[in-house]
């Protein structure tokens, strides 16, 4: 399954605070059923953390768009992909790991 959309988000409306250390804005969209007066069909707001979602805080719009294409009329979820651990990023997290500490003497191993 393919889909294509158009999206407009409004620079202004993006938080100082939503922008990451790399530069990055995590935003989470919504793809409704229906279109708006505008013929929209797609939202687009800043992520929330789950204490934000159960607090009920307002999501933050920043934009909106319409689904322009789909190859079959459907849109699929995606499968979740575990991150790829390399081997120097492993090996970096084992030497920041704390000590181990030693082992009692009565132990045979």
């Known amino acids: 399954m393919s889909a294509l959309g158009t999206v407009g988000i409004g620079m202004n409306k993006i938080p100082a605070d939503a922008v990451n250390d790399k530069g990055y804005v995590n935003i989470d969209f919504a793809i409704n059923d229906e279109t708006d007066q505008y013929g929209n069909n797609v939202s687009f707001f800043?992520?929330?953390?789950?204490?934000?979602r159960e607090a009920k805080t307002p999501r933050v719009y920043v934009g909106n768009g319409r689904i322009v294409w789909t190859k079959d009329g459907v849109v699929t979820?995606?499968?979740?992909v575990e991150k790829q651990v390399t081997n120097a990023e492993f090996n970096s997290a084992r030497n920041e790991a704390p000590?181990?500490?030693e082992k009692s003497a009565d132990l045979p191993f």
Do not use: H, Y
């Open 99 to 101: 000590a181990e500490e």
């Open 77 to 80: 979820v995606a499968d979740k």
């Open 46 to 52: 800043i992520r929330q953390s789950q204490e934000e």
